[in-house]
């Protein structure tokens, strides 16, 4: 059972232009949507994160729009860097006190080139 | 340590042997976590350990998967009789009770011929 659809599962784009990479949930009980970002061998970190209570949030060249009424919500890297090119999840977690499991999505390979 | 410790980095085992994988946690950190990366299938949650409340297991695929964590700190993923389909990396993460960021270790290859 899939909570969060992400999309696209890969993503090519040039040095200098923006990357979207699209994420919509299921279950309306989550109350947090972070993205983590994964290089190769490494363990996913934690890049943005927003809560349903605003529509945006902005970190350097990395934003999250959100959309409640549609359950979806985005990353928009901007001015993409060849530093960029890893591997994106965006996740949800539940609002029910004491389970804080997070849902990932399926991931986004992203590849930014020259 | 600094972050999250997982042993081994990789492990490559004959099918129907049993392995134990090893996550040591951020000291202080009371909520652990194992994921299972599989290519193209996302982070798949496993198990979740928050204080000394019951684990959530709800995400173990099969019996012959089963994990401990000892004292509140370093826990073990133990998968008993492995079969080719449990071919992934094994994921450990931690986190302070709230807000909810995790930390992950580098992961665990396990590789079942």
């Known amino acids: 059972q899939q909570q969060v659809k992400q999309s696209p599962q890969s993503l090519i784009v040039q040095k200098g232009g923006i990357s979207i990479i699209n994420c919509a949930y299921e279950?309306?009980?989550?109350?947090?949507f972070p993205w983590y970002q994964q290089f190769p061998g490494k363990g996913p970190a934690l890049l943005i994160a927003?809560?349903?209570?605003?529509s945006e949030k902005k970190e350097g060249r990395f934003t999250i729009s959100f959309n409640k009424s549609a359950k979806q919500f985005s990353l928009h890297i901007m001015d993409s860097q060849p530093g960029d090119s890893a591997t994106y999840f965006c996740?949800?977690?539940?609002?029910?006190?004491?389970?804080?499991?997070?849902?990932f999505g399926t991931g986004t390979r992203l590849t930014i080139i020259p | 340590g600094a972050g999250v410790s997982q042993s081994p980095s990789n492990k490559v085992t004959e099918k129907g042997k049993d392995v134990e994988l090893r996550c040591d946690p951020i000291?202080?950190?009371?909520?652990l976590y194992w994921y299972r990366q599989s290519l193209g299938q996302g982070l798949e949650f496993l198990i979740y350990f928050q204080g000394n409340s019951a684990p959530d297991k709800s995400g173990l695929p099969s019996d012959r998967f089963s994990a401990e964590r000892t004292g509140g700190s370093v826990s073990t993923l133990t998968i008993q009789r492995t079969q080719q389909e449990d071919s992934a990396v094994y994921l450990c993460?931690?986190?302070?009770?709230?807000?909810?960021?995790?930390?992950f270790g580098e992961g665990s290859r396990l590789t079942v011929l």
């Open positions: 927003i809560r349903p209570d605003v």
């Open positions: 000291s202080g950190h009371t909520a």
């Open positions: 993460a931690s986190s302070r009770r709230s807000p909810g960021e995790l930390f």
């Open positions: 996740a949800a977690r539940p609002t029910n006190f004491g389970n804080e499991k997070l849902t």
């Open positions: 279950n309306t009980a989550f109350d947090y």
